[in-house]
């Protein structure tokens, strides 16, 4: 096991057969967490890289920087539409089609 400290291995070795599976199910448990954790953030990041490719820094006028753009279908279309609230209200503003490339 070149991958687990050897302090943890010589800890490993003194436990019973039953303590190492409780050991097991608990390192797959958190292996999992571990993973699901890093695919939550490569999504978020993924998702930051193509909100700031679509809405880059040209808002057409009368859209203030704190809109942001959301993603509607409608008819089986998907549409960008930029929104942002005003007030008590939220406004929105059509951008255009999502490029399905």
Known sequence: MRDVPDDIEDRLEELTPRQLDQVSRLAERLAEDQRREQRIEEKEERDDEVRTDIRGDNLPDGVPGKATLTKKKINS????????????????????PVDSS
């Open 77 to 96: 279309n998907e549409y960008w539409y930029w929104q942002w609230r005003d007030g008590e209200k939220i406004r929105s503003q059509y951008k255009g």
